[in-house]
């Protein structure tokens, strides 16, 4: 094991419906699930004795993340990707995640608790075995860290539009200040 320092690694993760994006990687969000090893494994995780290729097609829409495995599995590949450009193949992560402006206050203790439902995980990304202990999960409303730290510089009215593949995200800012019963989310997109 590897771990760094005995301290937390954080991993911020935005779970689009097309794409997973980190710091540093962009992938698609499908996720295919496979009982007996497929052909093709240029993006394969085994976890859990299950063979799923990864970004392969995008997400198809659900209004709820944790209707199925597959946010869980993108988010292993995700530390993954972020793990292995560090170099490294075990840690503690604790992951920052995002969910669409409207849907945090209502969805994000589930999700929170989808995304830590095991203290570890033991998996296998493109032939690379990882060994993640997840210390905790943190949930934020989508596209808000675009402006959180300037915040001081939005006089007047303004809008922050986060255009997703399954979603669109506005929220108001009045005088440094977001409106909370000014935000939106449709499920428009560019899907």
Same mark, same amino acid.
């Given at each position: 094991?590897?771990?760094?320092?005995?301290?937390?690694?954080?991993?911020?993760i935005?779970?689009?419906?097309g794409n =997973?994006?980190t #710091?540093?990687?962009c992938f698609r969000?499908?996720?295919?699930?496979?009982?007996?090893?497929?052909?093709?494994?240029e993006?394969?995780?085994v976890?859990? %004795?299950k $063979?799923?290729l990864v970004?392969e097609e995008?997400?198809?829409?659900l209004s709820d993340?944790?209707? %199925?495995?597959?946010?869980y599995?993108?988010?292993?590949a995700a530390?993954a990707?972020?793990?292995?450009?560090r170099?490294?193949t075990?840690?503690?992560v604790?992951i920052?995640? !995002?969910?669409p402006l409207t849907?945090?206050?209502?969805?994000?203790?589930?999700?929170?608790?989808?995304?830590m439902?095991?203290e570890?995980? %033991?998996?296998?990304?493109r032939?690379i075995?990882?060994?993640?202990?997840?210390?905790?999960?943190?949930?934020?409303?989508q596209g808000?860290?675009a402006?959180?730290? #300037?915040?001081?510089?939005?006089k !007047?009215?303004?809008m922050?539009a %986060?255009?997703g593949?399954?979603?669109?995200?506005v929220?108001?800012?009045?005088? =440094?200040r977001?409106?909370e019963k000014k935000?939106f989310t449709?499920? $428009? !997109?560019?899907?």
């Open positions: 094991m590897n771990f760094t320092n005995n301290q937390p690694i954080i991993i911020g935005d779970h689009g419906y =997973c994006k #710091r540093n990687c969000s499908g996720v295919a699930s496979y009982d007996k090893e497929p052909t093709f494994k993006s394969l995780l976890y859990d %004795d $063979y799923y970004g995008h997400k198809e829409f993340k944790i209707a %199925d495995n597959d946010y599995i993108l988010t292993l530390v990707k972020e793990l292995n450009i170099h490294i075990s840690a503690k604790h920052a995640a !995002g969910l849907w945090v206050s209502e969805q994000k203790e589930t999700f929170k608790a989808y995304l439902q095991n570890t995980a %033991d998996f296998i990304f032939n075995s990882y060994h993640i202990e997840i210390t905790g999960v943190d949930i934020f409303p808000f860290s402006v959180a730290d #300037r915040l001081r510089e939005f !007047g009215v303004n922050l %986060d255009i593949n399954g979603t669109m995200n929220m108001y800012i009045n005088e =440094c977001p409106l935000c449709e499920k $428009y !997109g560019t899907n």
